[in-house]
């Protein structure tokens, strides 16, 4: 599971024009499941988005996580993470999951960070969305599971 999450003072997701999801000071995180991930890459990749020391204490330095600053997360599934773009000069997506797998665990992801952050917001599965962020910083992070446990 790969993960970009960016710092953000707001963000939202628009589809068809209207604005289906927002969020204010939090952090965007772009998510690409590959397969072969679990259930386990999911806790792991959340637990360390939420507790990464990203966001800036009294000194300004970064030294507060997400929990602590009652941040919210707009969580977003984008497949084109996994882009293979080594050969040719059209990307490959072969280690993207297949859609039925991938939605599952897409909306574990959800419902587990729903759990522990007040205000989650989403984009909707394998539509061509409009996403809008007004990065803080800018601040970005790129997590994958496979390369840290």
């Avoid at 969580?75 to 280690?95: E, H, M, N, W, Y």
């Avoid at 952050?117 to 809008?132: L, N, P, R, S």
Wanted: with cysteine; aromatic share 8%; glycine share 8%.
């Amino acid at each position: 599971m790969r993960c970009v999450v960016q710092r953000v003072d707001r963000a939202r997701v628009t589809l068809d024009g209207q604005i289906i999801s927002s969020i204010g000071k939090g952090v965007l995180v772009f998510l690409g499941i590959e397969k072969g991930d679990s259930y386990r890459d999911a806790d792991f990749l959340l637990e360390k988005i939420i507790h990464m020391r990203i966001f800036e204490d009294s000194q300004g330095k970064m030294n507060v996580s997400l929990i602590e600053t009652s941040g919210e997360i707009l969580i977003v599934s984008q497949f084109t993470l996994l882009a293979d773009c080594r050969k040719g000069r059209r990307p490959s997506f072969f280690s993207a999951e297949e859609p039925e797998e991938a939605k599952k665990l897409y909306d574990y992801f959800i419902s587990i960070a729903s759990e522990k952050i007040d205000h989650v917001g989403t984009g909707e599965f394998q539509a061509m969305m409009k996403i809008e962020s007004v990065n803080d910083g800018p601040v970005t992070m790129l997590l994958d599971s496979r390369k840290t446990f």
